[in-house]
Every structure is written in C-alpha cells, then in structure tokens.
C-alpha cells in the first residue's frame, strides 16, 4: 500500500488539547468501572475535538487511538505519535527578539537552545533582576511582543493567558495614549510559571485575544 505523507496539521495548542482530553479518559478510567460512564466522557471528548480541530480523514485515523487508550503508558505512547504531526512555534533568533525589543536597552535574552519550540504556544521568559517578563506570540504570521511587570507575590488564582486555575501573579503592561506622554496600564493575572502556562493553553483564541486586550490603545 501506498504510504501517503500527512503534514504536520495540529497546533501546540492543538497538541495539548488532545493531551487533556486523553488524561480525561485517563481520569475516567481510574476513578470508575460504569461502562455508561466511560462510554460517556469518550463522547464528550470526540465531540470536543470535533468541535475544536477541523480534520481530515486522515488525521481522523491519527487521532483514534486516543478513544483506545487504556493506561498512562499508551497514553504517552500516543502522544508521542503525534509529534512528528505538531506545527511548532514559529522559528526565532536571538536577532528577531531584539528587534521585537528595540527600545530595550539591557533586554536579557531567553536561553533558546534549551526550548522545545514544539511545546511551546508563545514564548516567554523572565529577567528576575528587573522583574520584567517577556512575551512573544504569533498571530496572523506575524510576531507580536509584549513586556510587563511581573509581581513577586503568587495567589491561587484563573490566569489570562490559559484560563485555568494556577499559580498566578500580577502582570502589569503598559501601553502608550493617543495623547503624547500618557499611558495605560494593564493588569492581568497570569501564571508565574511561563512553561507550565504555555501546557495548559488548549485554544489559542483566548491567548490571542489577551494580547488584544493588553495592546489596544
Ligand atoms: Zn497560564
């Protein structure tokens, strides 16, 4: 038979959609032996992923297994299958974050050998000298940056960026008025921890529209 090359069609965010809803079943399967129940959550989950990604029938076929998927061990095993199929994060360099960061003069540049650009739905990282946190995200093609303040003090809180509950801290960007010299500060709570953040994102509409709410004048 023919081997017919699928490109890679799933989104980070896609990726850790599929991931959540594989430990759902997982969840489900650990907490209760009621065949209705189970049968249940599996079609909670097929109708979520329908609803979420639109696939072809091919990558229907890649994503089944996950209906089949029984202990940890062939969950990860799924997963695993499904890297080679995963858009990663637009390509960046040392070069492209200083110019998305022209105006800053001491900009401390994030170790970018050490991230797994396949894992990661928008890039951040943090200067712990100045408390600052930078982030960079993709939208339309395009490269959008912003940096902020972020707060030393944690809560338990529901964060901007990924809407689920966490370990969050103050945020705070600022952005210049239509009059010269004023400025609007935006404060948002959000995950101190960036990469964990960035695991939890499972639809990137809502990362995206937390970038518009924070840019806009
Ligand atoms: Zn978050």
């Known amino acids: 038979m023919e081997k017919q090359t ?5 989104t980070v965010a896609n990726y850790h959609l599929l991931e959540q809803q594989m430990n759902k079943i997982l969840h489900t399967l650990s907490t209760t032996k009621d065949k209705n129940v189970i049968l249940a959550v599996r079609d909670l989950v097929d109708s979520e992923i329908t609803t979420k990604l639109s696939l ?13 998927v029984t202990d940890r061990a062939q969950g990860e095993a799924f997963l695993e299958q499904l890297k080679p199929y995963v858009i990663p994060f637009k390509p960046v360099t040392v070069n492209t974050l200083k110019s998305l960061f022209k105006k800053e003069k001491k900009l401390k540049l994030p170790k970018l ?7 990661i739905c928008y890039l951040a990282w943090d200067d712990p000298g100045t408390h600052r946190k930078y982030v960079v995200i993709e939208q339309d093609e395009q490269l959008k940056a912003i940096k902020g303040i972020f707060a030393n003090k944690t809560i338990s809180g529901v964060c901007a960026i990924c809407n689920r509950h966490s370990d969050v801290g103050l945020f705070t960007t600022s952005v210049k008025g239509q009059v010269v010299g004023t400025f609007t500060n935006f404060s948002n709570y959000i995950c101190a921890d960036s990469q964990t953040c960035n695991k939890h994102v499972s639809d990137m509409d809502r990362t995206h529209a937390f970038f518009e709410r924070v840019t806009q004048k």
């Open 6 to 10: 699928i490109q890679p069609f799933l």
């Open 113 to 119: 050998e050490e991230m797994d650009f396949q894992q």
């Open 56 to 68: 072809s029938t091919v990558e229907v076929k890649l994503i089944e297994p996950l209906f089949a």
